[in-house]
């Protein structure tokens, strides 16, 4: 599964309300004990779009696992139970109450037997399977789709929903006869039914799954069909978006053959499909053959600069090796599949960005997992209810530093092995650890004990001192962490680099208690040194250096994470003149963008007149990420040229980010400015209505009551829902005093759809306004949707705190 980025990042940039998307939290219970071991599992159903429910039967085919059997139990929440059969035809007693449905069997069965017994049943599901509705406004499509992760398929039909059991399974399903439906294996079958105006599309996946893994997706779809060697690869995506193939899923086959390559191990599926749908939490999930993907996934070419969809469809293919072949035996080791399929995103970045843009990735990720810590404590990897920072970046780091630790070639040997030995099986993080160790020699419970079972991250407070008559550079690394059960002193392979007037040595350390010496014999005084080359460790480290010293670092340093670094350390008010030109020197000419664009930060936090030339040259630089954080800091600066800049980027630039970003910074310096290019630019069409909402956006902050007008058409159902949401908040934000926005604002606190009367509500609660505060009070009682009501009350029921600490 994968979270729910790309919606995030595209959300922020054109100044929307940000996603409240909770982020996958494995459950608390313990490993589950299995009765028995399913074999295969048939469902043969037939789907009711407008009645949201599903009818038909699942036949599974089982053989005993702990003893002789007498009964068992499936898991099958709030459905109607009409027959329980043995295949053979024999009715079964049984006795369901949600979530269990249990089984007496004819007579006991021992092991070694195999049995099938077929449940009838339907059901409207109220998780698990999803029904979505075109007429529900929002650019949505007439859909259903399922989504197991984590036990949530026992809510469209029973079966044993938990990971640590694999068995091949079936789909048979019935839908109007203008959709389509996908499901996992191979297609097997499609019949059409004239008089029930139906089609039934029956699917098998021959080589055994967990059942959370099952899935069904079904609309009108455009299928584009391709092939990998003799794979077949088809992509459902809707009608009107084909031409969107190439910048969305174009590089597919290609990350197929890097991640065989990688693992050593061919596809190991029947098909690799991915399905686009609407409405879903996250940002895609790897049901086995076929993925399902976000609908804000798709990119056209200019949003893939940005926002390039290959992380989310790397990420979810690698899983078809990493969570799908081989399984977390239980949720809490969850991170074997996440935390892998995290890393092979990365493995791709490098591969086809390079290992600057792959080193970039992991500081980012280490950023990540570090305010996670502060936020919500440490806890282990391997925990109930751990961290998703933990499950994905944390995992995804793990893997890297174990990668430094036993170098590439040994590490894919062991990945492999691990692979070889758990493929269509469940593993647990022990079992990876035995088939590194077995595959490399190398003891690592260690590591593992450290870093996975562990928790927390070693703070490194590093000192240096040189020793000119023994030509020595002494080190002195302390491990500054809290040191109790769960974080100890960490073992660490610590690259250091010297520079000298002759030249570079390197040398690694391994570094292990409260306190190390390290020393390094050099040719001569050193003019750099560089603790972590390379950036290999998860850390946080200090290591205080002079000005003379970090500007060295900037020009000099052959790792992007240093030069960063330096940047970070030189961006303070107050500093010197060559420190403010080495720095607008590196965000002019660095190789990397992100060097580049840690310089212009670093050169806004001074605030100097003297940089304005450096960030008016950075507008046009070749990285739309460059450009962007250019445009952010350019109302720092005083002058007519800025607002002229701003403008020529939100009308021209190639990026969406960079034109989005743009307007909203001219907003903050020229209004009525701000607003002209923003009803320019809000006809134009752009990848899921960008270009619309950043104006619109830039509209609320410009509060140029022209903007009533031209926001009204987009509050319409017709428009998206983010598109609608930013066009009711600029209706809150000047139509206070117009009699047409109190109209519709009057309008949406009714609307149908909970997402429009929660924008209707913010929209409204700060005008402290008496006739839509009656309304907001009369909305209350009656109000169903626990997103709405949450807004209503703080609109209602304001918190005090502020008050009494004014008392105080
Ligand atoms: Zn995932």
Known sequence: MSPFRLLIAAVTIAGSVTSSQTLFAPDSSARRSREFHALHYRLELAFDHKGKSVAGSVGIRLTPLAGPLDSLVLDAVDMSVSSVRLEAGRALNYRYRSPSLT????????????????????????????????????????????????????????????????????????????????????????????????????????????????????????????????????????????????????????????????????????????????????????????????????????????????????????????????????????????????????????????KDEFQYEMIQDSFGIRGDERMLGRKPIVSHDSHPANLYARGSWVLNMLRSILGDEAFFRGLHAYLVRFQYANAETDEFRLAMEDATGQSLDWFFREWVFGAGLPKLEISKAWDGESRTLRLVVRQDQQIDSLTGYFRLPLAVECTTERGRTQQVFWVSGKEDTLSMALDGPPLMVIADKGYRLLKDMHFPKSDDEFIYQLKHASDVADRITAARMLGDEGKEPPVREALQASAAADPFWGVRESALTALAVMRNDSSKGTFLAATRDPSSRVRTTAARFLPSFKGRDVAG????????????????????????????????????????????????????????????????????????????????????????????????????????????????????????????????????????????????????????????????????
């Not at 089609?199 to 092939?227: C, D, N, Q």
């Not at 991640?259 to 599926?269: A, L, S």
């Open 103 to 354: 089984i007496r069997l004819d007579r006991t069965y021992a092991f070694g037997e195999t049995l099938a017994v077929r449940v009838t049943y339907s059901c409207t599901p109220s998780k698990g399977l999803y029904f979505i509705y075109a007429d529900s406004g929002g650019g949505r499509h007439d859909q259903i789709w399922s989504q197991g992760e984590d036990m949530d398929n026992r809510y469209w039909f029973p079966c044993y929903d938990y990971p640590n059991d694999k068995a091949t399974s079936e789909v048979i399903g019935t839908v109007p006869a203008d959709w389509t439906l996908l499901s996992n294996g191979r297609l097997a079958g499609e019949t059409r039914d004239a008089k029930k105006n139906t089609r039934t599309f029956h699917w098998i996946e021959s080589k055994p799954h967990s059942t959370y893994l099952i899935m069904v997706a079904a609309g009108r779809y455009a299928i584009i069909r391709g092939k990998y060697r003799n794979i077949p690869l088809e992509y459902y995506m809707y009608p009107a978006d084909t031409a969107l193939w190439s910048s969305t899923f174009g590089r597919t086959p290609a990350m197929i053959r890097f991640f065989e390559e990688k693992t050593g191990i061919p596809y190991p599926w029947e098909k690799f499909d991915q399905i686009i749908i609407d409405d879903f939490m996250w940002g895609g999930m790897e049901n086995t053959t076929a993925v399902t993907l976000n609908d804000m996934s798709v990119v056209d070419a200019r949003a893939a600069i940005d926002f390039p969809s290959d992380p989310v469809v790397a990420h979810e293919l690698a899983h078809m090796w990493f969570g799908d072949l081989v399984t977390a035996r239980d949720w809490t080791h969850l991170w074997l599949n996440e935390g892998f399929a995290t890393y092979c995103e990365k493995l791709w970045t490098e591969a086809t960005r390079g």
């Open 645 to 808: 800049c701003l403008d020529t980027l939100a009308r021209s630039d190639s990026s969406y980010m960079v034109s989005g970003t743009a307007l909203r910074e001219l907003a903050s310096v020229d209004t009525v400015r701000a607003f002209e290019v923003a009803r320019d630019l809000l006809s134009r069409e752009g990848n899921r209505d960008m270009v619309r909402r950043s104006a619109l956006s830039a509209m609320r902050t410009a509060g140029d009551p022209r903007a009533i007008a031209l926001a009204l058409p987009y509050t319409d159902r017709g428009n998206r829902d983010d598109v609608r949401r930013i066009a009711v908040s600029v209706l809150g934000r000047i139509g206070k005093d117009s009699l047409s926005a109190r109209e519709r604002l009057r309008a949406l606190l009714s609307d149908g759809s909970p997402s429009m009367r929660s924008a209707a509500v913010s929209a409204v609660m700060e005008w402290k306004d008496q006739e839509f505060d009656s309304i907001l009070a009369a909305m209350e009682p009656k109000e169903t949707s626990p997103e709405v009501l949450s807004i209503l009350k703080r609109a209602l029921h304001p918190p005090h705190s502020s008050e009494e600490e004014e008392e105080k």
